[in-house]
């Protein structure tokens, strides 16, 4: 199930979100920029007493050091 936060949230602000990357980031302007909002509605799912219990950043973090650690293990 995907389950919006309810914060719209910018590509580049997700890209540098991720790992902590300090470099630039380039967008290609002469592709298709995608959604032109990428907000998710969470009105419904909070009306059924559903909250964030872990940050957009928290979540990320944990999911890239999973998956860093599933990688050394291989």
């Known amino acids: 199930m995907n389950i919006g936060m309810g914060e719209d949230l910018t590509i580049k602000k ?3 979100a991720v790992v902590g990357y300090k470099g630039e980031i380039v967008f ?5 920029d995608g959604t032109p909002n990428k907000l998710m509605d969470a009105r419904r799912l909070q009306s059924l007493g ?6 957009l950043s928290q979540g990320l973090r944990q999911a890239y050091l999973d998956y860093l650690d599933q990688r050394t293990q291989a």
Request: proline letters at 7%; a neutral charge; charged letters at 30%.
């Open 14 to 16: 997700l890209a540098e």
């Open 28 to 32: 290609d302007i002469s592709k298709p």
């Open 50 to 55: 559903w909250k964030v219990s872990v940050s």
